[in-house]
């Protein structure tokens, strides 16, 4: 019974249970859709069926089903609901007009699928280490809160000059809750600050080379958002778009700023004559072997075949680096958490020794 319900709340982002489209929801979405179909039903017959299994998603799939039955195609229904994306709309009617509607809802379902795979694998990565840093912050905090004025009452009343880093740790200790106040504080300001800002080109610019540069995290970060472009770029041409349009979509449906801007400059450069390899190598954010396979595609016209193989590489990369970074998380903070205990024990430790060594 333990068992299940852990199992019922790991998998509960991936039910309908909000009326939100989030990545989750829009992976079971198009999976059904793509399997009910395949089993040879009508897309509006699959909208009400999945209308009737999700009271929370009730609204939006009466509402497509009503769009459907009044002459729509799914495509413009998805579009007129505001709960999906252009690229997403835009890549339904490319499925609609090809006669590959099943193969683009199973594209899309997988698309999904490896978004949401990345952000599992993460959290499940990084999990461990932020429990440790919250354990860590509560001892110190212990510490310095109780433990440290207790051995501070026993120091007045020996008397005696007390060694630098003793003072040091019961100054700290004074200020203890203070310092809690603030950091708390700064970090409800930062965060507003974000959502405020987060929109502001002078903002998120800067931020997002930030992220870049941070050590392992930087590189999973970048992978991961290559990893969905290159699986957006392979999707759409391979349903003959053309570059144009296709870089169009996926930079309407790229979550990060510095992708989602090279591929406006891109998109410019095309027009002016440039090749797509040539406009990316001026984006730091795309390494030169992306590049290099890219310009070898371009000649022999295998662009879609190119992204598909990148994606799977970026996909396989970012399962190690994220091994990795859990495997150097876990004892760092250890480390760290050792090395502030230690130096707090020793400062309180240290003067009774002096203490011992006086009366001897």
């Known amino acids: 019974m333990k068992k299940n319900k852990q199992l019922s709340w790991y998998q509960k982002d991936i039910r309908f249970s909000s009326n939100k489209m989030n990545a989750s929801k829009k992976e079971v979405f198009y999976s059904e859709l793509f399997t009910l179909m395949d089993a040879g039903l009508s897309i509006y017959s699959v909208l009400l069926l999945l209308a009737k299994q999700s009271p929370k998603q009730n609204n939006l799939f009466v509402d497509l089903s009503d769009q459907l039955l009044n002459g729509s195609t799914l495509s413009q229904a998805m579009r007129n609901s505001e709960q999906f994306t252009a690229y997403e709309y835009f890549t339904v009617q490319i499925g609609e007009d090809s006669g590959n509607l099943k193969i683009v809802l199973n594209d899309l379902a997988l698309y999904y699928k490896e978004m949401v795979s990345q952000r599992r694998s993460l959290i499940s990565t990084l999990s461990y280490p932020i429990i440790l840093i919250f ?98 770029m392979s999707l759409l041409l391979s349903a003959n778009l053309s570059l144009e349009k296709t870089l169009v979509l996926v930079e309407k449906m790229s979550f990060f700023y510095l992708i989602k801007k090279s591929l406006q400059e891109v998109k410019e450069n095309l027009i002016q004559g440039s090749s797509l390899s040539q406009s990316l190598s001026k984006f730091s954010i795309y390494d030169s072997k992306m590049v290099s396979l890219i310009e070898v595609a371009e000649r022999s016209n295998q662009l879609s075949f190119i992204f598909k193989k990148l994606n799977q590489q970026y996909e396989s990369e970012l399962s190690h680096q994220s091994k990795l970074l859990g495997i150097i998380l876990e004892p760092a903070v250890i480390l760290i958490l050792g090395l502030i205990v230690a130096l707090i024990l020793v400062a309180m430790y240290l003067p009774m020794f002096n203490l011992s060594s006086s009366f001897i």
């Open 135 to 232: 354990t860590a912050f509560l001892t110190v905090f212990f510490m310095l809160k109780f433990l440290v004025p207790m051995f501070e009452d026993v120091f007045k009343r020996f008397g005696g000059e007390l060694p630098e880093v003793t003072k040091l740790v019961i100054s700290f200790s004074h200020n203890v809750v203070w310092v809690f106040y603030l950091f708390v504080f700064f970090f409800l300001v930062a965060y507003v600050f974000y959502k405020n800002f987060k929109n502001k080109d002078w903002f998120i610019s800067p931020w997002s080379h930030f992220l870049l540069k941070i050590p392992i995290v930087g590189e999973l970060i970048r992978k991961t958002h290559l990893s969905r472009m290159c699986h957006s």
